[in-house]
């Protein structure tokens, strides 16, 4: 069986670009994409910890939660057939669609799924709530929403120790757990997280909550570029995640690393960034997004 210790790091890629020429910058980007075909990503980064501590603590179960078309429910199923972990899902339902893939994958891998009320659903972070589900589970970890936790950030701090010098690290953010993780282990960089839902401007005290009380080193959120909201795209976004595979090698979704180098480019034109920058792009993995964007899309009556 598989060894979380046999997960390898992830490489690093150059993107030589016009646009970045123009400005005098260099943008590199790790590959968290590769890491894993399914298990990759900050999903990766922040379930490693968490998996670790539930077998040291002698644990063989885990419970999580998420919508039904989570990438950390998808990226959570592999984990558990590969390391042998049985998984029991919260999925926020009440109804669950059994074809939608993220679902599919989950069956397939021999995890439990939970569907619930939207308004049980919403109480997956009250301690009474946890307590009764702790009770109903006796032998699980019970890991949150997303993985984000004290456990996955020790995995994305791993991760930025783990990336070459630059001026600039940036991400995506969705709950805010892989931004943190990076302003607490940046040394030098400035740290800036591309939001991808509309009006999140709520998340900068979540991830303040989430760093350390020493924690002072340099961070921001950029609020102007989630083209409509969480799952919301654009003709000029789709037409950028297309291009920038087909010239770059460089696979892109719409929900949050499509977005992220977006932005990147768009701030670059807009002398954003001092020339002779040097800026470090996290890609963060969920690949498998596009699978569940086009079941979306298709008509399932």
């Known amino acids: 069986m598989l060894a979380i210790q046999d997960i390898k790091e992830s490489p690093i890629q150059i993107i030589n670009h016009p646009i970045l020429e123009k400005y005098g ?11 894993h075909p399914v298990i990759q990503g900050n999903k990766w980064r922040k379930l490693k910890y968490n ?68 308004i ?20 699980a970890f019970i890991i949150p929403e997303g993985g984000s936790n004290h456990f996955a ?33 940046s040394k030098s960089s400035q740290v800036l997280g591309v939001t991808v839902l509309k009006g999140a401007q709520y ?15 340099t961070w921001g959120l950029l609020h102007d570029f989630h083209h409509g909201g969480y799952a919301k795209t654009t003709p000029e976004l789709l037409s950028f995640c297309a291009h920038m595979k087909e010239k770059y090698a460089l696979p892109l979704e719409p929900i949050y690393t499509g ?18 920058s040097v800026i470090t792009a996290i890609h963060t993995g969920g690949l498998q997004g596009l699978d569940g964007m086009r079941y979306m899309q298709q008509d399932h009556r």
């Open 51 to 118: 998996l670790l501590h539930l077998q040291k603590s002698g644990l063989e179960e885990l419970v999580t939660f998420g919508g039904a078309f989570s990438n950390h429910l998808y990226a959570t199923s592999m984990a558990c057939k590969l390391f042998g972990i049985a998984g029991h899902l919260i999925v926020r339902g009440p109804e669950l669609d059994y074809h939608n893939p993220t679902l599919k994958m989950a069956s397939a891998c021999g995890l439990t799924l939970h569907p619930v009320s939207r």
């Open 120 to 139: 049980e659903y919403r109480q997956r972070s009250s301690p009474d709530y946890l307590l009764r589900l702790q009770a109903k589970f006796e032998n």
């Open 153 to 185: 950030l020790q995995g994305i701090q791993e991760l930025a120790t783990s990336l070459p010098q630059s001026d600039y690290i940036m991400t995506a953010v969705g709950s805010g757990g892989t931004l943190a993780g990076l302003i607490a282990a």
């Open 25 to 35: 910058l260099t943008l590199q980007v790790k590959r968290d994409d590769l890491i």
């Open 203 to 217: 998340l900068e005290q979540e991830i303040k909550a989430l760093l350390p009380n020493d924690c002072f080193n």
């Open 259 to 276: 977005k992220l180098f977006f932005a990147i480019f768009s701030l670059a034109q807009q002398g954003y960034f001092d020339s002779g």
